[in-house]
């Protein structure tokens, strides 16, 4: 049986700190992007390294920390929240990107079956649609 070892080292392969003003910060999309060679990279992207199967690791574009607002991060809580998975109350109320939420997240995206390890726009957006749901 092989063994997964979850990285949480978040890779910045491009300047992820462009002015908001210049730069979209958020997306509609529920579909996960994912290279397979870093020369695929995009410039003003961030990318970490994401389980997508059990075998695989691959780098996976994510939202970018200096994108992670408090009301974003809430907004996920509050559903993760809603769907039925724990964070702690200290993370909640700061707003924090802490161990409980990304727990909570990595267990959404793996009962979702997407890639689980990163922050990005696929899994917010199903996320909100789910919690829409229930």
Not at 70 to 78: E, G, M, P, T
């Amino acid at each position: 049986m092989k063994q997964v070892v979850f990285i949480t080292l978040i890779l910045t392969l491009a300047a992820c700190g462009v002015s908001k003003q210049n730069q979209s910060i958020s997306n509609t999309s529920t579909e996960q992007i994912f290279l397979y060679d870093r020369s695929e990279a995009k410039p003003g992207k961030c990318y970490q390294e994401v389980i997508k199967e059990l075998d695989m690791v691959v780098m996976s574009e994510v939202i970018c920390e200096s994108q992670r607002t408090k009301s974003l991060i809430n907004q996920v809580q509050n559903n993760l929240v809603q769907l039925g998975y724990v964070i702690k109350d200290a993370e909640i109320v700061s707003g924090t990107y802490g161990d409980s939420t990304k727990n909570a997240l990595t267990g959404f995206q793996r009962d979702e079956n997407l890639a689980f390890g990163g922050f990005d726009w696929a899994t917010v957006n199903l996320l909100k649609q789910k919690a829409k749901q229930d």
